[in-house]
């Protein structure tokens, strides 16, 4: 069973950045989107970025400008460049890989707190 792995989150001040990284632990084949979401304490899940296999991508609002989303195909890995981070982002961060045909793949989240 394939699964998704993320990293790169932890402990940042106001304004500073991380990078997260999602990758297959094994080869998914025709993915075509890579998203990621997160879920703050108490709240939904919500959709942050998504990358297509054309590397057209998306975001919301609120990080619009600040976050940046790419992909590695040969690696089935996506990033999410995240800067000028501030407290609201504070989440888990989740990936989720979805395939043609629709099958999708999530990882296990990896925790983003921002505070000073």
């Known amino acids: 069973q394939v699964q998704l792995e993320e990293s790169g989150g932890g402990l940042v001040q106001p304004g500073e950045s991380l990078r997260l990284s999602c990758a297959a632990s094994?080869?998914?084949?025709?993915?075509?989107?890579m998203t990621w979401f997160r879920q703050a304490p108490g709240k939904e899940r919500e959709w942050v970025a998504e990358i297509y296999s054309s590397g057209a991508t998306n975001s919301a609002d609120s990080v619009k400008g600040r976050f940046t989303i790419s992909r590695d195909n040969a690696k089935n890995t996506v990033y999410l460049q995240m800067n000028v981070l501030k407290p609201e982002d504070t989440a888990v961060y989740y990936c989720r890989f979805t395939v043609l045909g629709g099958m999708n793949y999530w990882g296990q989240g990896t925790q983003v707190t921002v505070s000073s």
């Open positions: 094994g080869t998914i084949r025709n993915i075509y989107t």
